[in-house]
Each structure stands twice: as C-alpha cells, then as structure tokens.
C-alpha cells in the first residue's frame, strides 16, 4: 500500500504523537498554536497528518505542524497539486523539501518568496 493510499485508511492516525491527546489542543489561537506546531515535530505520521489536511483543505488547527494560514498559503501557491502526499514525498520545490525537514518549517516565509 503505498503512502497516499494509507491516507485513505487512516489508519495512521494512531500513530501519532497527539494521539492520546484532547482533540482542542490542535485547535488553539495565538501564542498556543507555536506550542501545538511543536507537537508536531519528530512525529512519526507528521507528513501523512499534513497531506491529510492539505487534502481535505481543513481549515481549523493545527496539522501536520502547520496552522491553517501556513496550509492556505501552501494550498493558494500550489494549485494544480491533486496528491499531497506525493507532493509532499517527491516534489523538488523547496517548501517540500523544508516540510520533509524533521524541525518545525518555516512555511510562511518560503511561499512568500
């Protein structure tokens, strides 16, 4: 199965380090969200997590390590992707590259560029 198709399944979602977290956690405002954001690094599922979300285009907290603002941003620059996952996996753009970075990205910034 290959990781888009897991997307499908959801089955990753366990695998997660908020897993076992309450759900508003992810859905905070201001200052919270760069402590939400930082949940998100080094977990195992952090890039199935974020495809998921740029997927659906869910526009409320934080997925993936992103805010729903950096994941509009990347949606609004990136039209024509129909496959985040692969995108995410394979895509030579240099947001890409920095989101398959285990450290916490610096969306914003890069897709202004």
Not at 10 to 19: E, L, N
Not at 31 to 42: F, H, S
Not at 92 to 102: G, I, K
């Amino acid at each position: 199965m290959s990781r888009s198709e897991n997307l499908d399944d959801q089955h990753w979602v366990v695998k997660a380090r908020c897993a076992d977290d309450p759900p508003d956690s992810l859905f905070v405002r201001g200052a919270a969200q760069r402590i939400a954001k930082q949940r998100c690094v080094g977990c195992p599922v952090r890039l199935e997590c974020l495809a998921d979300a740029l997927q659906c285009a869910c526009d409320y907290g934080v997925w993936g390590g992103l805010t729903e603002r950096e994941r509009r941003a990347i949606r609004r620059r990136f039209p024509a992707v129909e496959d985040w996952m692969e995108w995410l996996e394979t895509s030579d753009e240099t947001v890409a590259a920095e989101l398959r970075l285990s450290a916490s990205p610096r969306v914003l910034a890069l897709v202004r560029s």
